[in-house]
């Protein structure tokens, strides 16, 4: 299925994100996850693809993949990198996504890693829209955003316009970075619009619910913290149960708000964690139903 045809009969779509077992880690885990998590409903699960990876890492996106269609029956998106891939490895990868019936791949670039020189037949995400959409046209296209600016771009209305690049080159949905200050996205959706954006953007949600999180996904991520958000952190931090709780009902608030202002999805990062799924999901389900009723 094609989730942009979603969005013609849905104003919010909710969705997951997961990633591959870590290099060594056991495989049945994710499968155990994936098996607990099969009652929420998602309109899709996105699977992420390591920039860095060895190939059999990354076949292990189209596998999960190809496990959530045929054995969940739910919509896979297969996250797919360009900056160490070169054309050769892109069509193989694509063949393989045709061949396990998977037709939604999120299209990036992929962090550029010191140690690393990129490949140069892709420099960015819309180098390879472009080229998916001149192989192989059938794929339906995502892609990511930044509410608070991509690291790397040199002012908000810049990153924009190489957005609309994006969008021009076949990416017909967007999916944001993790943020905490819905003002930043609400800011960063009013000046899409008004620079001519026209495709649904879905906010990507990630509870912080534990103590490793604070340091490394807060610190790395650039995002933002609201004056709550780091009450939360300085009051729970060394009460691990407390934390969890209060990172979950952050991140429900923060839906519900953005629900109410008419956000077109939700996308939830897991971190593979069936907990937080499952607690999100059943917190907002009933409000996401009756928004799409109304439609
Ligand atoms: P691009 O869209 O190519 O943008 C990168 C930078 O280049 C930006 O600063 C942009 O403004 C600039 N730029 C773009 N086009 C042009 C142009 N034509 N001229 C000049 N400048 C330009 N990483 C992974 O490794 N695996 C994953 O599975 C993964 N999943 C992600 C999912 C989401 C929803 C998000 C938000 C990010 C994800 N990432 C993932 C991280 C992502 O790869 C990095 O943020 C990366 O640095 C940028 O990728 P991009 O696709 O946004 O790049």
């Given at each position: ?9 849905k104003?919010?779509?909710f ?11 056991p495989?049945?885990?994710?499968y155990?996850?994936?098996l607990?998590m ?9 699977v ?5 990876g060895s190939?059999?890492?990354?076949d ?13 029956h739910?919509?896979?998106?297969a ?11 892109v ?18 670039r ?8 990129p490949?140069t037949d ?13 192989h ?8 990511a ?9 040199g002012?908000?209305?810049?990153d ?6 994006k969008i021009d080159n ?5 999916i944001?970075q993790?943020?905490?200050d ?8 009013d000046?899409?619009?008004e620079?001519g954006?026209?495709v ?5 949600i990630?509870p ?7 340091e490394?996904?807060?610190a790395?991520?650039?995002?933002s ?16 149960k407390?934390?969890?709780?209060a990172?979950?009902h952050?991140?429900i ?20 964690n ?15 139903t ?6």
């Open positions: 299925m094609n989730i942009a045809e979603l969005f013609d009969h104003k919010t779509l969705s997951l994100e997961i990633f591959p077992p870590k290099k060594d880690s495989y049945n885990v994710i155990n996850s994936l607990k099969r009652g929420i409903p998602a309109d899709f699960i996105s992420t693809y390591g920039a860095g190939r059999a890492q990354q292990k996106t189209i596998e999960i993949a190809s496990l959530i269609l045929q054995t969940y739910t919509e896979p998106v996250h797919l990198t360009c900056v160490n891939a070169d054309r050769q490895q069509l193989e990868t694509l063949q393989q996504l045709t061949d396990n019936h998977v037709e939604n791949i999120m299209v990036l992929g962090d550029i890693a010191a140690d690393s020189p490949k892709f420099k960015y995400a819309s180098d390879l829209a472009a080229f998916i959409k001149a192989q046209p059938g794929f339906n296209l995502l892609g955003c930044y509410p608070e600016k991509h690291y790397q771009a002012s908000m209305e810049k924009i316009e190489n957005l609309k690049i076949g990416i017909t949905h967007l944001t993790l943020f905490f819905n003002q930043k996205f609400y800011a960063f959706r000046r899409a619009e620079a954006v026209r649904p953007i879905q906010a990507g990630m912080i619910t534990n103590h490793k999180q604070i490394r996904t807060v790395l991520s650039g995002a913290v609201p004056a709550k958000l780091r009450r939360i952190f300085d009051r729970y931090s060394n009460n691990e407390a934390l969890f709780d990172g979950i952050y991140a608030e923060q839906i519900m708000d953005l629900i109410a202002n008419d956000v077109r999805g939700i996308h939830l990062y897991t971190m593979n069936v907990e937080i799924a499952t607690r999100v999901s059943d917190a907002i389900q009933n409000i996401i009756a928004e799409n009723n109304n439609l």
